[in-house]
């Protein structure tokens, strides 16, 4: 069978397990193991996703599970986004117990539910399904993800988010083929999700990798064409996982592309500038 979940088109014969490892071929049709799998629940700041033009100052609940379809060396989330079922400490929790966790919280100040920390969209059918419910308590969903989804399942879920993060790992097809990534499927999801809910972007910025002055104009140019008020967080790199050894990306940098992305764009956030 062939997953047409996202852009990697794993085909699965029975048994077998997609690039993600979330997803699976059981009894001819693909079975999502992380269903209902949570390896972390926390209250956060909605500025932690980060939003900063999004409801400013408000909780919200955050849910992650485990693994992801891309394999960024630099993954700030490895723990979990490179663990597969059952290398992890994990909490099942159903759609109707995490919304009513929401719902209990909503008193400290939550507004509803963050899908967040390994890449939410390769457990898709919970996400849906939780989002649904969510909207149907009155409160809302926020979506922090890679966006490498094929357009159906892109289109079927956004009428159910209401703001979304989404990261763009820089601009150059090159560099996210070395990820394991597709940047046209990325660019796509960013114009889709723009249409239908808020938005903001988020570039991690890699030393000698995707920091370049060119990329970065590239980068603001395209996404203020496609909508010129979209925020984007340029991000400081620091050591983690494969790449351990790499030094921080220097703080004059980031305020120097900071400054680079702002002919362009009005909303440029980099935390430490």
């Not at 939550?110 to 967040?116: H, Q, S």
């Amino acid at each position: 069978m062939i997953c047409e979940l996202c852009f990697h088109h794993c085909g699965l014969s029975k048994g077998q397990t997609g690039f993600c490892r979330a997803g699976a071929c059981r009894d001819g049709a693909i079975v999502p193991l992380n269903y209902g799998k949570l390896t972390s629940l926390a209250l956060d700041h909605i500025e932690k996703k980060p939003l900063r033009r999004f409801h400013p100052g408000a909780l919200i609940l955050s849910v992650g599970s485990f693994e992801c379809n891309l394999r960024c060396p630099f993954c700030q989330n490895h723990e979990i986004s490179m663990c597969g079922d059952g290398e992890l400490g994990i909490v099942e929790l159903s759609l109707e117990a995490l919304a009513d966790k929401a719902l209990e919280l909503r008193p400290y100040g939550n507004i509803g539910v963050a899908y967040t920390y390994n890449e939410p969209l390769i457990g898709y059918k919970y996400i849906r399904d939780c989002s649904a419910l969510i909207h149907e308590q009155g409160m809302i969903n926020v979506l922090v993800t890679n966006c490498t989804l094929e357009e159906a399942p892109w289109r079927e879920l956004l009428p159910l988010i209401d703001a979304a993060n989404i990261d763009l790992k820089g601009f150059t097809p090159e560099w996210y083929r070395k990820l394991g990534g597709d940047l046209e499927t990325v660019k796509r999801s960013i114009v889709l999700a723009a249409e239908q809910c808020h938005v903001e972007v988020t570039t991690l910025l890699i030393p000698g990798k995707n920091d370049s002055e060119k990329e970065i104009r590239n980068l603001a140019q395209w996404l203020a064409s496609v909508d010129c008020n979209i925020p984007l967080h340029l991000s400081r790199f620091f050591p983690r996982y494969r790449m351990a050894d790499k030094p921080p990306t220097p703080v004059e940098r980031v305020c120097g592309l900071a400054d680079v992305a702002r002919e362009y764009l009005p909303f440029v956030y980099t935390g430490n500038c």
